[in-house]
Nanobody
Framework: QVQLVESGGGLVQAGSSLRLSCAAS????????MGWFRQAPGKERDFVAA????????DYADSVKGRFTISSDNAKNTVYLQMNSLKPEDTAVYYC????????????????WGQGTQVTVSS
């Protein structure tokens, strides 16, 4: 089992930046793809970004490309999501997830999920 805990969310104005963190604990000795997803009220949970275990493969949703940066610090078992130039449409609960088998955007392949952290961007 892997436990994931997100932090760093908050209320900011449009154009601001936030950095989300996802700390992993438990069976972290395996190789996992780490992903960020988000879910706005009344909407489905959507892919935001993913990074492979050694960081050599990174993928972003088109809606965040050029504004968000995913990174990892394996020594700290932590994944980050740097969010710049935030827009009101970025408002959502952001979830961290881990996939032990593959790399991708599909929600159903991610086995482990955090509890989420709220990001609210005011206009």
């Amino acid at each position: 089992q892997v436990q994931l805990v997100e932090s760093g969310g908050g209320l900011v104005q449009a154009g601001s930046s936030l950095r989300l963190s996802c700390a992993a604990s438990g069976r972290t000795s395996g190789t996992y793809t780490m992903g960020w997803f988000r879910q706005a009220p009344g909407k489905e949970r959507d892919f935001v970004a993913a990074i492979s275990w050694i960081g050599n493969i990174i993928d972003y949703a088109d809606s965040v490309k050029g504004r968000f940066t995913i990174s990892s610090d394996n020594a700290k078992n932590t994944v980050y999501l740097q969010m710049n130039s935030l827009k009101p449409e970025d408002t959502a609960v952001y979830y961290c997830a881990a996939d032990p088998r593959s790399f991708g955007r599909r929600i159903d392949v991610y086995d482990y999920w955090g509890q989420g952290t709220q990001v609210t961007v005011s206009s």
